[in-house]
């Protein structure tokens, strides 16, 4: 993020409804507010962090129509009716800055097979590979040491960063975002154990991804034993994730980073899995669920539930198990102790 | 799967003991008895799903010979010894097309050193590097943007897909198949902790793996501290897996998805373990022993074990606590009564 | 690891208190006691093992001053202060042969953006990207395949390894050793629900590694939503580790494999993370908190804490809650017959 406005620029870009102070400062970062030093934009972004405010250091502050507070000598109060609303127009900004629009062409160095087709405002950059009779859509990006295989489609406006590979005949629609690294279409991990080996199974599928998708650094998605692999329109999946072969995920589900997907399992729309979850294959997670992090997962899951553990459980009942399962060193003294009352009473009778 | 098939062509292919019905349908894709749509060709391959043969709306079905029913109109029935078998078979034949065997040769954008020695019935594809003294056996593959590290070794018939790096000195065998993205030779990570830094122990080793292993898309295989990090012949290692330094993997086992194996710890023969299972250093692993998915262990585990867990148990005590470990919060209220009880009781003999 | 020594070139290297034995063999390898071959040299670095020495068949042993014990036939003892010392030099030296020292230089084969500055003692290896206005230090060397985004500043003797990809205005500092497929600067997870889709949060922030920092193969840092994701000085990451956006790293960190650490959550100095362990979002771990591996937490840690489990309790704790645990069956019975004997004593004392 580099960047420098003055106050008036940022006033200009962000319409504020009104100012309070004043400040020569150019803004070069944003930061919250108590980690913000001068030089630096914040924002109230939830009221319960209001007492920040007359600490802060930043030179100027993002603050919603109404709030109460003088600014410091060199500070300005920018008031807006949402402060976080205001800052994603002002991030957005920026955001055009540091991914500037690459210019369309295709880089001399890299390597193309005369059968692919690339669309002409399509940008391919240094020492990208794209092999027979592959297709690049309009105005899709491969930033550099990009691999396309044989046969892949890529639709409009996707944008691939560098070391992406997409192996033969996968299908990636519109709009896709993947992050460094991403393998999509490895093979499906299926052997068969015939006289003390494993032979494999050909894994002839692909893979489909849909429109708005993106994919995290270094995630893994495979092609199907047949048929297809599918991510559904608008899910989001983070760095290091693995999607096993013929899974199925539906439309605008979020995998948070390192979840592992086993094979054929099937997620509905909007499922969303925290990091580091782990589901068994051959199940179906009904349409919001959630998974908790960390928890492991072996059979199906009713749409809307919440679910944590390993393996999981709902939300309450594992919030619950783990408070009481600290109390076991006390439960067993507590067992003891009525094991030796008991003892006493017969005695006690028997005499 | 770019597939067209008519059912001439599948009949001379498969050689079905007897046929019933008839299609004109060309065969466009393969899919479950429940999935499949018109176009498709389908399989009974376990007899539980006989009921959705009736259902099936493929065009061709595989069948056992002997099943009993009558093809729908245009719905072709092959009846075959062992229907898994005739797929396979179909499968095998597709998989040929899916990866058409590459012309030999080495691509004029690879960066070879001259004291390298490439196979003549090798294949270098664009944008590999290959570096001094290294040595590519025949037959093998390099396919895109593949790193081969000073002094490396590599057998006969490998395919190594796009972005797969080795680095100096490892030693692969024959027809060993890795998947995009695989890192094998990483340092291992080994530090002393001297006067509050953490110094580097030298990772002086490599890495060796033995023939017909295939691993996963991203995995990475760490070199030695000396000596070698071993994978042995016919192991099969799935996507993102890590295996530390001076790991011994014996033969034909099996590494799911995002394992992770500390260093010097030992497997044997068939070993098998589940996704996300974490192994601690310095431990063997008997022969044949199962560890399920998301299970941790750090001690060593006798031949033929099947544990689950963190800290692993045996497969069946762990799934009783499980089912007990529901049961915590009714235990601690029976406790509760059991105390109350006994007051009353005392109070009772008291009185 | 290609070496061979003569015993005379070793005592030369090594200084040797005393010596006692001899050996004509070549020194081509290093291992440990019970597996050293003749030809290895092999060391006893730790008192406990000091029965496997008179067992081994290395060539050559280094000894403490001082060990009593015979060499065989044709086996030689070097006597040194600190064999373990002893033989961190020589791994050392074996290391320089490893990685020899790479000539300053571009490969024709780069692809440099005219704009950036690369150090004339620099060496860009081949099929390298180096985007615009980069600046790559004295000493760095990127070794192939290496994408290095616009604006990035990389310091002083660093080394990248195959396929690292580094994006736009990420700064590494010096003598920073990344190994290969490591990515620095993917975006961070952030993403808004805005009318059933998830509304991308820009992630304008960078990465910023400082010195003497490892980071191990395929593992991903993410960029900050703003201001910057940091990994402190001497911090050494193990492989496909996961740190994602704004987290604070500290100084002389260890996270070993597999490790994932969610949104800003901060590491203090000397903080250890056991493999695969997860950390929850927005939380701080006390300088030199230890979290057993597989742990997962979501709360702040209190510095110099040891930690395990899931959710992590203190080390002690969970050990005993794991040895109670598997006493759960029995503490079932145990109510169980606590409850029948309270009605057997009832119906007694209604009798």
Not at 180 to 209: A, L, M, N, T
Request: hydrophobic residues 40%; proline residues 5%.
């Amino acid at each position: 993020m580099k960047l420098s406005y003055t106050a008036e620029e940022l006033i200009a870009m962000l319409q504020p409804a009104s100012t309070r102070g004043s400040t020569e400062d150019r803004v070069t970062g944003i930061a919250a507010l108590s980690a913000a030093e001068r030089g630096d934009l914040s924002f109230l972004g939830n009221a319960r962090y209001k007492l920040q405010v007359a600490e802060s250091r930043a030179s100027i502050l993002l603050l919603p129509v109404g709030f109460e507070g003088e600014p410091k000598v060199g500070q300005l109060y920018l008031f807006v009716a949402n402060p976080s609303a205001s800052l994603a127009t002002l991030c957005g900004r920026i955001e055009q800055q540091l991914w500037p629009k690459a210019a369309p062409g295709i880089h001399p160095s890299a390597v193309i097979d005369p059968s692919a087709t690339v669309a002409p405002s399509a940008t391919i950059g240094p020492l990208c590979v794209i092999e027979a009779n592959a297709r690049i859509g309009p105005g899709s990006h491969l930033q550099a040491q990009v691999f396309i295989g044989r046969e892949v489609t890529v639709g409009a406006d996707c944008w691939f960063q560098p070391g992406v590979r997409i192996t033969a005949e996968c299908e990636i629609q519109d709009r896709v975002r993947l992050q460094p690294g991403v393998v999509i279409g490895s093979d499906g991990f299926g052997y068969e154990f015939v006289q003390g080996r494993h032979v494999k199974v050909p894994q002839i599928g692909r893979v489909v991804v849909e429109t708005d998708v993106e994919i995290g650094a270094n995630s893994t998605i495979d092609r199907a034993r047949f048929s297809q692999t599918r991510i559904g329109q608008g899910t989001k999946i983070d760095n290091l994730v693995q999607v096993a072969h013929n899974v199925t995920i539906g439309k605008h589900c979020i995998l948070c980073a390192q979840v592992g997907i086993s094979g054929s399992t099937t997620l509905e729309d909007y499922v969303v899995l925290g990091g580091q979850a782990g589901l068994g294959g051959h199940i179906t997670i009904g349409r919001g669920a959630k998974i908790d992090g960390g928890s492991s997962l072996t059979s199906d899951l009713e749409a809307g539930s919440f679910v944590k553990g390993s393996p999981a459980l709902s939300y309450q009942l594992e919030q619950r198990i783990n408070v009481l399962r600290k109390r076991l060193p006390e439960l067993f003294k507590r067992v003891d102790a009525l094991e030796a009352h008991l003892v006493d009473l017969k005695k006690t009778s028997a005499d």
